[in-house]
């Protein structure tokens, strides 16, 4: 039986199965007339169709009606069912699943959830709350403050540790998500364009989007990096601009310290992985600890028979059994994108998916077209291939066109991993690589 977690955090809802992550979803949702896209596809279409780009509906997950409603969806409940359903098929139709859910949902929206999860065809057999989860692996007896970042808010949730892991409060700092620090970083990074070339990436809709297609990849270098240059091409002009971390942060700390004002010196903070991925963020919180990007799934993995017996998924799990001898990391190493993957989550693929067709990967080579042609000798239109090597998936580039990965140019061949996203300038083809369970 295959029992797989979902992470729900509308930033990037993670599912995993067993320590392997099989499928990376923001909450995105883009409405046109004949269809719903969900996840990175829609996300990929928030600044070149912004009227039919949604992105709130986990926040505000209810029935109000959608300001532009259209025969597919009604309202936020309408969309959070629509991304329901493409993760159990892109997440390779799992048996049964727990999942995670934030503590800033109301008893109202835990009720909705329960009754979309009814509607569809996943079988949920645990709710429990994200904090609680992610701080069982690592936290010795004490008291902690989880912060854990989403789109539109930070969620800042207090637990005390005994024999139990139990959630004692939670605050919400409205406003304090990534998309307020996108958007910050983003002008700022038009700025420094227009300034070094006259040149504003935010006048044209496909500029735009290529700009937020990098800032996740460019925050990420900045922990490591003084500076780092952004490149964006426009009418076969290259335009470039140099981001300093130091002006960068500058504009972020307001945002950050809204959620610094909720936090004692004497706290001891547990920072989830969408926190530690953000540069600077952590110097304001002194004496705070990264937690890794699977915390949540190993405790979920640790505790499954203990949802599982339990028979239903109506109980929302605020309290854990605490772990015996938990694993406590004073300097933890944070997770990069462009890590490589350890073999045991690269040999995870076994599948690529383009649209709603999977494709296993049966063949030791495959090259893969902007168009969204996959084939296994014919080469001719290829932008990108596919290799396994020694138990990894290789990604080469095959072409000038640029390829990305999870929204990062890719440079040079590169080891990919379940739920890595590629995708080509120019094009909305993507091809997502996942891992189907026995």
């Not at 990175?40 to 509906?57: D, F, G, S, T």
């Not at 949730?157 to 996108?182: E, F, H, K, M």
């Not at 296994?376 to 290829?382: E, G, K, L, M, R």
Request: with cysteine; aromatic share 6%; net charge negative.
């Amino acid at each position: 039986m295959t029992t797989q977690v979902i992470e729900l955090n509308d930033s990037e809802i993670r599912v995993a199965e067993g320590d392997s992550i099989v499928l990376r979803s923001p909450g995105y949702a883009f409405l046109d007339k004949d269809k719903i896209e969900i996840g990175v596809l829609a996300a990929r279409q928030a600044r070149l169709e912004p009227r039919a780009v949604h992105n709130r509906y986990w926040k505000n997950l209810n029935q109000d009606p959608l300001q532009t409603p259209s025969t597919h969806a009604r309202h936020n409940a309408d969309l959070a069912f629509a991304q329901l359903l493409a993760i159990h098929e892109q997440s390779g139709k799992p048996d049964e699943v727990i999942i995670a859910v934030p503590g800033s949902f109301t008893n109202e929206q835990l009720a909705l959830l329960l009754g979309l999860v009814d509607a569809s065809p996943l079988t949920v057999v645990g709710l429990v709350d994200t904090a609680v989860a992610a701080i069982t692996p690592t936290a010795d007896k004490g008291n902690y403050v989880h912060i854990d970042m989403h789109l539109h808010q930070t969620v800042v949730t207090r637990l005390i540790v005994s024999d139990q892991v139990s959630r004692t409060s939670v605050q919400l700092v409205d406003g304090a998500g990534l998309t307020a620090i996108y958007d910050a970083t983003a002008h700022l990074i038009a700025d420094l364009f227009i300034k070094e070339s006259r040149f504003d990436p935010q006048h044209h809709p496909e500029t735009e989007q290529a700009l937020y297609d990098q800032i996740p990849a460019c925050l990420n270098s900045l922990q490591k990096h003084s500076e780092v240059t952004l490149e964006i091409q426009y009418q076969q002009t290259q335009h470039q601009a140099k981001l300093p971390l130091d002006l960068l942060l500058k504009v972020l700390n307001p945002l950050y310290e809204k959620i610094a004002n909720l936090i004692d010196n004497s706290d001891s903070c547990l920072l989830s992985y969408q926190i530690n991925q953000l540069p600077g963020l952590t110097t304001l919180l002194e004496g705070s600890r990264d937690l890794t990007e699977n915390s949540v799934f190993e405790a979920c993995s640790q505790h499954a028979a203990l949802f599982q017996s339990a028979g239903s998924a109506s109980n929302y799990v605020t309290s854990l059994p605490a772990t015996e001898n938990p694993i406590i990391d004073d300097n933890p190493v944070q997770v990069s994108q462009s890590s490589a993957p350890s073999s045991n989550t690269a040999d995870s693929i076994t599948h690529i998916l383009h649209g709603h067709n999977a494709y296993a990967l049966n063949n030791d080579h495959l090259f893969l077209s902007a168009s969204g042609n996959i084939s296994a000798n014919d080469a001719s239109t290829c932008h990108c291939s596919i290799q396994q090597n020694s138990g990894q998936v290789e990604l080469i580039i095959e072409g000038e066109l640029a390829v990305f990965v999870n929204g990062r140019q890719l440079k040079n061949t590169e080891i990919v991993r379940a739920g890595d996203i590629i995708s080509f300038t120019g094009s909305k083809t993507e091809y997502t690589f996942i891992h189907v369970g026995n």
